[in-house]
């Protein structure tokens, strides 16, 4: 899932053993693990170049969720980027935007986003497996993507990392979707970051 996923990762210069393991394999997570109040895990849904995501239990919604952990929680840029990507995707209320319920850190420090679950398949994904799609099928997936795009731009908000691994395609219904992955989104406003600067001890990939 995380082969064309922009990846940030900091490698310190000095670290504990216990850290590194934790920048390496991520928090310590297992089935029926509490995150929040209210969600219970279920079991490993991907594993991302940041991140990894389980299947939850939302016991006061009664919904199947999803749960984005942020590995190398020791690194203030990328808790920064963590915490920015559930804050503005949690500002874009639309029907083609994947919904965040809440966000926060486990006990540990590591970073957690809970979200809508998608049944389905990345646009890059369906591609590969089913082949070109027809102009028709394009031009909903297109409409919809911006759709969300405008949505964004009206709260302030400009993605900046659009592309067919971040459009998720619904199993049920074949043209529609949902875009994902606010991680390199910023406000209008904001002045440019240093997010994604190539500074010593940084890795960029894509």
Avoid: Y
């Avoid at 239990?57 to 749960?67: E, M, P, Q, Y």
């Avoid at 920015?84 to 966000?103: G, M, N, S």
């Avoid at 199993?171 to 989104?185: H, I, M, Q, S, Y």
């Amino acid at each position: 899932m995380a082969e064309d996923t922009p990846d940030v990762t900091r490698i310190p210069e000095s670290e504990t053993p216990r850290e590194e393991k934790k920048r390496r394999f991520g928090p310590d997570l297992h089935k029926g693990m509490a995150v929040a109040e209210r969600v219970r895990l279920v079991e490993p849904l991907g594993r991302g170049g940041m991140a990894d995501v389980w299947t939850a239990d939302h016991l006061t919604l009664g919904v199947s969720v999803a749960v984005k952990f942020l590995r190398g929680a020791h690194d203030p840029t990328l808790r920064e980027r963590f915490s920015r990507e559930a804050k503005l995707a949690a500002k874009i209320d639309h029907p083609h935007a994947v919904k965040v319920f809440d966000h926060g850190l486990l006990p540990d420090g590591t970073p957690f986003m809970v979200m809508e679950r998608i049944d389905g398949e990345s646009l890059s994904e369906r591609v590969r497996r089913a082949g070109p799609m027809t102009f028709d099928e394009v031009e909903q997936i297109v409409d919809q993507v911006a759709e969300v795009l405008h949505e964004a731009h009206s709260a302030g908000i400009i993605h900046r990392d659009i592309k067919p691994h971040n459009i998720m395609l619904l199993a049920k219904e074949r043209t529609f979707c949902k875009v994902l992955d606010f991680g390199l989104a910023k406000p209008v406003a904001e002045e440019e970051d240093d997010l994604t600067l190539t500074g010593a001890g940084w890795l960029l990939g894509t």
